[in-house]
């Protein structure tokens, strides 16, 4: 099989539609045990039906369907990632058993997770390019923390994104390694149970020690 393209930005060899089942088996076992899906490809991006956005399976909502399941009666998923996780809203758009809540830059790719994007169980909180550490936690602090305490998820799962780093290539951000130390932090803090699939980073001199960083803020 010779590579293909699913859509503008998402190529697929002999062996991604293994890699994806892979991904998204390992996100279903991090779910089970409170632990770091160490993933490729991502999954954010695809809605239920189609690959977009170098994501073939969403990993995380799959994630979150297996943990329901097998008896987790509400799940939260709080996505950090540079860019807005549309194929998880999507997703769980009409579904209240679902919280997902979204730090992201905007306006930017994939267009969607605006201001005015909202819902009782979705909430986007989008930031301007050049925000780091003090306006990630900010935001966190004041919309993310109280919206998810609320809705008082039996399983908080994360897609972490490390593509709002201020060395990554893609976007605009300015996070840094302590700041996604604090971000992981806080994302253990929103209920009894967490467990995190990679997504986004595309540095990779940055990209373990940003990963090591958020293991040490999960535990």
């Known amino acids: 099989m010779r ?3 699913l859509d503008g930005d998402t190529p697929a060899s002999e062996t991604s539609y293994e890699a994806a089942l892979l991904a998204a088996g390992t996100a279903i076992e991090a779910a089970e045990r409170g632990a770091f899906a160490f993933v490729r490809p991502p999954g954010h991006h ?14 995380v909502a ?14 939260a998923i709080v ?5 807005h996780g549309n194929g998880t809203q999507d997703i769980f758009w009409d579904d209240d058993s679902v919280f997902f809540a979204s730090l992201h ?3 930017f790719y994939p267009g969607t997770g605006g201001p005015h994007e909202q819902r009782e169980t979705t909430l ?6 050049g925000s780091g550490d003090a306006e990630y936690l900010h935001a966190f602090d004041v919309a993310i923390t109280p919206a998810v305490e609320a809705f008082a998820p039996d399983l908080v799962l994360v897609s972490a994104g490390f593509d709002a780093h201020e060395d990554d290539p893609l976007a605009g951000m300015n996070i840094t390694e302590d700041g996604f130390r604090e971000l992981a932090q806080r994302c253990a803090a929103l209920g009894p149970r ?7 980073g595309y540095n990779l001199a940055t990209l373990p020690s940003l990963v ?4 040490d803020g999960f535990t």
């Open 3 to 5: 590579p293909t393209w």
């Open 62 to 75: 799959v994630a979150a369907r297996a943990a329901e399941a097998a008896g987790a009666e509400r799940v």
């Open 105 to 107: 830059q905007w306006p």
């Open 124 to 129: 986007n909180v989008p930031l301007s390019a």
């Open 79 to 83: 996505d950090f990632d540079v860019h």
């Open 212 to 215: 090591a960083a958020a293991l």
């Open 194 to 200: 967490c467990a995190a699939v990679l997504e986004g």
């Open 46 to 59: 695809a809605p239920a039906d189609r690959a977009m956005g170098f994501c073939l399976f969403n990993n």
